[in-house]
């Protein structure tokens, strides 16, 4: 049997040279210190006779930077957390940065863990998106390298936090409804951050309060199409029934949808319903969802070059970025698919 083929080390190439191995390092980081021309090309015809490559690990750690970014959600079974995502590996990528990806499961204790382990790999930069850790907790941690909350409302003092117009975005969709006729519109959310409002369910109020309509209280699930699912049959049973549904995410109307039709509740004819996130899986629902849209691109553009061109460990801002209603056929607009 060949004897299994080992990686070349710096040793060999300075064996094969005939010098140390701290003058194939200075030759292969152009110092710190100087090396004879002719001393040069002699390490680096044994490079090329050996096919050396050096650790991208260990010229990382000598460099302080490793080009990757670390990545923190929930889960991927939300499509609005899958679309970050592609969109977050794509923009590092074309940058020539490498992104690792972790998720919590919406556990807090194991969000804890992901993130000092993703320190420990060395990442140059984090991005957390709907953390389940407190504000307080979060000033208490100081991260070591600069981070950035995604899908916030609200900043944060010492940290860098972006997310679309959530208010706005609840009373875009919930007036949307009542121009349809609705009065009695239920809200659906998961669980929010500790510590944090609900800004969603404040815009919510807001246009219910200037049409002067009943505000009702939110039914609170779990962010994903279960969780929809279960939010669908507690409104079959409630009396009197709601005639319109804002879900806070378009993961929660999917599964919503699908709980009605079981039961053979049309939508929007017996309920209408409008969401939120804008992600495509909105478009290929029937009928298709009204959806208050994202800016994802932007939002994460910004967020990449918060983390990978930070220069100061003092700036801080929160940025808030604006939304849109994309009109489908769930709300009662009639639209071509």
Avoid at 82 to 101: H, K, P, Y
Avoid at 278 to 307: I, N
Wanted: charged residues 20%; glycine residues 8%; aromatic residues 6%.
């Amino acid at each position: 049997m060949a004897e299994k083929s080992r990686r070349i080390t710096r040793t060999d190439v300075a064996q094969l040279a005939g010098v140390s191995t701290a003058v194939v390092s200075y030759v292969m980081n152009n110092g710190p210190r100087p090396v004879a021309p002719h001393t040069r090309k002699k390490v680096l015809e044994a490079v090329e006779a050996l096919g050396y490559q050096p650790s991208a690990s260990a010229r990382a750690l000598k460099l302080g930077m490793t080009s990757t970014y670390g990545l923190v959600i929930l889960h991927v079974e939300n499509a609005f957390h899958a679309q970050v995502v592609e969109a977050v590996d794509r923009t590092l990528s074309s940058r020539g940065l490498s992104m690792v990806l972790s998720m919590t499961h919406d556990d807090v204790d194991r969000e804890r863990v992901v993130l000092d382990q993703m320190i420990h790999r060395g990442v140059d930069g984090l991005m957390v998106l709907m953390s389940a850790l407190s504000d307080s907790e979060w000033l208490a941690r100081r991260q070591s390298v600069p981070t950035i909350l995604l899908d916030r409302d609200t900043g944060l003092e010492g940290y860098t936090t972006v997310g679309p117009d959530f208010e706005a975005g609840g009373y875009l969709a919930t007036s949307h409804l009542i121009k349809h006729g609705a009065k009695r519109i239920i809200p659906v959310t998961g669980p929010l951050s500790p510590g944090n409002g609900n800004p969603r369910y404040d815009g919510y109020r807001r246009a219910m309060a200037e049409a002067k309509l009943d505000v009702l209280d939110p039914i609170t699930t779990e962010w994903s199409l279960v969780g929809g699912y279960t939010a669908g049959k507690v409104i079959l049973d409630m009396a009197p029934r709601a005639d319109a549904v804002f879900c806070f995410s378009d993961a929660l109307a999917i599964g919503l949808k699908h709980a009605f039709f079981k039961q053979s509740i049309r939508v929007p004819q017996d309920i209408a319903i409008v969401s939120f996130d804008g992600t495509d899986a909105a478009k290929f629902t029937y009928p298709q969802l009204t959806t208050v849209s994202q800016p994802l691109e932007p939002m994460v553009e910004f967020a990449v070059d918060s983390v990978s061109k930070r220069t100061s460990s003092d700036e801080y801002e929160h940025r808030s970025f604006p939304v849109e209603l994309r009109i489908g056929n769930s709300c009662g607009c009639a639209v071509h698919q």
